[in-house]
């Protein structure tokens, strides 16, 4: 990381600023802008988000907004309503009223003396999901958006469900805003209404978990704020940037495939963190990226990113099989469009010896697999947070548990880019299944690397509005869609298709043990081969910044990741430490902490015995003031219903002011 600790514009920071909504409700703000803004306005850029603008988001706001205002922007960090120092109660994500305050909070922003009126919004995660949402509704003074690890579609494609799955990270996510919604203003902005807006909070925020396990299928709920039902509302340009790591890497693909907006698109190998500071690596320089497209669409400047391809992919190369990787070896790539005319769809069959090929007499048999339900554990989170642990490590031990396809060894390299599919021609035993499908790049010493992956809730196999329940021992067909990816197979390497009956815990299981039969001469995967055409693409700068936060730390930030076995019982138990560190922020004699514990755990062949249990841990402090909130969410199932055990505490000082447990029971709806 390059660090300019002299900038090229003197820069002010506006520490804490209350924006008025239409309702009375005030809106908490940081702002940075060029010290002579108010003589020559500028355009400004909004990050709109629940993270607090003084503690959680702080140190990377420090080295990111006062870099972008000393190229002439105002930067605008502003708390969603009911977190950090806004007033209010936030009750979930992309509420109708966090959309419209965005909505205001942007044409407040036009209207201030040191903005020339123009506004874009940037944001990763949160930020890049409203980003989409709010430019939907086209608020006059929104110029562009930067939307980053973001999605369209927040049923079929976010940490909620996968192909009709029930994802753990769902139980995880939950439990982090949880946390986050406990969490009080902090007095020295606020002042004597601290304690009222906390109680506030604690009072009305909710149970997420039991409200997003109450809508199984693609409902309004999920509708709401999904931009793929109608692309075409969004008349800014998008710039969308996601990571092969991250969870949200397919969208980037599909707003390029049917956004009518101007529209760049960038993956890289990260995770699910801004460019600049993404794992694996490299890193890029990407506030000078994001600063050419907000030359372009906010200044008018012809910076040339308009005449550059609109999708820019790093091509990955073979990587030893790890759950952590620092750097990934690859290049970049570019494409004209997509569907890229550079790649091509190609079919592989399926034989019952287990082979996988393009041509060829293969056997055909009925091949039958009911995968121990420890299958998964080696499988990663589904948002990749760059975590030890939490990306896939070698897939031998999984695969042991699936049924695998394997070409030969190849003779040439091979590339894919894009998304794999699977043609599947099956039968169950049960009216109730799911099928995980691993594509797998098989080195020569036999450890096995996961490239890309696919779930199907076998229900949800005609619709993910109305599943249907399977009819056992009837034959089906369906296609299983995998992540998009690019990604190098080397020559000598071979292909592995690997099928599984379950993928805990990065899935919660069927309610019930499944045995599947599979008819492998009617099946098929299909791979996006593209044709290389040697050219070298230029590499991106390293990253920089500005200076960072001063922090001191009372315990460094660590991650953990453990798999535990009962050798007893066969209980599998995946266990997560995620200590955010307790820090001092130096400047606003401020300290904070925050630690997550996650534990998931199932036996080899009962799936009621499937639970997820997490406590989140937060402190905060500062001279004569000090909080402390525990979260705990515990989720078991049975063959009928999920069942959430749930209870916050708060304290004040040493006085717990708050103990409310919850314990509701949600019907399944055939997942």
């Known amino acids: 990381m390059v660090i300019d600790e002299i900038l090229p514009r003197a820069v002010r920071e506006i520490e804490h600023i209350e924006i008025p909504m239409p309702d009375g409700t005030r809106l908490a703000a940081r702002i940075w802008i060029p010290a002579d803004a108010e003589a020559?306005?500028?355009?400004?850029?909004?990050?709109?988000?629940?993270?607090?603008?003084?503690?959680?988001?702080?140190?990377?706001?420090?080295?990111?907004?006062?870099?972008?205002?000393?190229?002439?922007?105002?930067?605008?960090?502003?708390?969603?309503?009911?977190?950090?120092?806004?007033?209010?109660?936030?009750?979930?994500?992309?509420t109708e009223v966090e959309l419209?305050?965005?909505?205001?909070?942007?044409?407040?922003?036009?209207?201030?003396?040191?903005?020339?009126?123009?506004?874009?919004?940037?944001?990763?995660?949160?930020?890049?999901?409203?980003?989409?949402?709010?430019?939907?509704?086209?608020?006059?003074?929104?110029?562009?958006?930067?939307?980053?690890?973001?999605?369209d579609d927040r049923y079929a494609d976010d940490i909620h469900y996968m192909g009709g799955t029930l994802l753990i990270d769902q139980l995880s996510w939950a439990s982090v805003m949880f946390g986050i919604n406990t969490l009080p203003p902090d007095p020295a902005h606020v002042g004597e209404r601290w304690r009222a807006m906390w109680e506030e909070r604690l009072d009305g925020s909710g149970l997420w978990l039991e409200k997003w396990l109450g809508h199984q299928t693609r409902d309004t709920f999920w509708k709401h704020g999904s931009v793929c039902e109608n692309f075409d509302d969004i008349h800014v340009p998008v710039y969308a940037v996601s990571g092969w790591a991250d969870g949200y890497c397919r969208s980037v693909f599909r707003l390029l495939e049917n956004l009518k907006a101007p529209f760049k698109g960038l993956v890289g190998p990260w995770a699910h963190k801004y460019p600049h500071l993404a794992k694996p690596g490299p890193a890029i320089d990407w506030l000078s990226e994001e600063t050419r497209w907000w030359d372009h669409w906010l200044k008018g400047h012809d910076t040339g990113i308009m005449d550059e391809p609109p999708l820019r992919l790093y091509l990955q190369d073979h990587a030893e099989p790890r759950p952590h990787y620092a750097e990934r070896a690859g290049r970049w790539i570019t494409e004209p469009s997509w569907p890229s005319p550079n790649v091509t769809k190609t079919t592989f069959r399926l034989g019952s010896d287990g082979r996988l090929a393009i041509d060829g007499d293969l056997p055909d048999a009925p091949m039958d697999i009911a995968s121990p339900l420890w299958v998964g554990v080696h499988g990663g989170k589904w948002c990749s947070y760059a975590h030890p642990g939490d990306q896939p490590g070698d897939q031998r031990r999984e695969d042991a548990g699936s049924l695998t396809f394997e070409t030969v060894p190849l003779q040439n390299d091979l590339h894919m880019v894009g998304d794999a599919s699977l043609k599947l021609t099956f039968s169950v035993d049960r009216a109730i299944a799911q099928i995980a499908a691993r594509l797998v790049d098989v080195a020569p010493d036999g450890a096995g690397t996961r490239v890309s992956y696919g779930l199907l809730n076998l229900t949800h196999r005609d619709s993910h509005e109305q599943p249907e329940a399977m009819e056992p021992g009837r034959l089906y067909t369906v296609e299983v869609p995998f992540k998009h990816v690019a990604q190098i197979f080397r020559a000598g390497h071979r292909i592995?298709?690997?099928?599984?009956?379950?993928?805990?815990?990065?899935?919660?299981?069927?309610?019930?043990?499944?045995?599947?039969?599979?008819?492998?001469?009617?099946?098929?995967?299909?791979?996006?081969?593209?044709?290389?055409?040697?050219?070298?693409?230029?590499?991106?700068?390293?990253?920089?910044?500005?200076?960072?936060?001063?922090?001191t730390?009372?315990?460094?930030?660590?991650?953990?990741?453990?798999?535990?076995?009962?050798?007893?019982?066969?209980?599998?138990?995946?266990?997560?430490?995620?200590?955010?560190?307790?820090?001092?922020?130096?400047?606003?004699?401020?300290?904070?902490?925050?630690?997550?514990e996650e534990?998931?755990?199932?036996?080899?062949?009962?799936?009621?015995?499937?639970?997820?249990?997490?406590?989140?841990?937060?402190?905060?402090?500062?001279?004569?003031?000090?909080?402390?909130?525990?979260?705990?969410?515990?989720l078991i199932g049975d063959a009928e219903n999920f069942r959430i055990y749930a209870r916050l505490r708060a304290w004040e000082g040493k006085t717990l002011i708050r103990d409310v447990a919850w314990n509701p029971a949600i019907p399944r709806n055939l997942v």
């Open 40 to 94: 020559t306005p500028v355009p400004a850029i909004l990050e709109y988000i629940p993270y607090r603008k003084n503690d959680k988001t702080l140190e990377r706001d420090h080295a990111r907004a006062p870099w972008m205002a000393a190229q002439g922007y105002a930067y605008v960090r502003a708390d969603l309503r009911g977190t950090g120092d806004s007033e209010g109660v936030l009750e979930d994500e992309y």
């Open 100 to 151: 419209r305050d965005g909505c205001d909070v942007i044409a407040w922003i036009a209207d201030q003396s040191w903005c020339d009126g123009g506004v874009g919004i940037v944001g990763i995660s949160w930020g890049g999901f409203n980003g989409l949402q709010i430019a939907a509704l086209r608020p006059p003074a929104l110029k562009a958006i930067v939307t980053i690890c973001s999605t």
């Open 496 to 551: 592995r298709l690997a099928l599984s009956t379950s993928y805990f815990p990065l899935a919660w299981p069927a309610p019930e043990p499944v045995r599947m039969t599979v008819r492998p001469a009617d099946s098929r995967l299909i791979l996006p081969i593209r044709t290389d055409d040697g050219r070298e693409e230029p590499e991106f700068d390293p990253p920089r910044a500005a200076a960072p936060l001063p922090l």
């Open 553 to 596: 730390f009372e315990e460094p930030p660590r991650s953990e990741w453990k798999v535990r076995e009962d050798r007893d019982t066969g209980r599998v138990t995946v266990e997560i430490r995620d200590h955010e560190g307790a820090a001092h922020i130096v400047p606003h004699g401020f300290f904070h902490s925050s630690e997550g």
């Open 599 to 634: 534990r998931y755990s199932i036996l080899p062949s009962d799936p009621s015995s499937a639970e997820g249990e997490v406590v989140w841990t937060h402190e905060m402090r500062r001279d004569g003031w000090s909080v402390k909130t525990v979260t705990e969410t515990r």
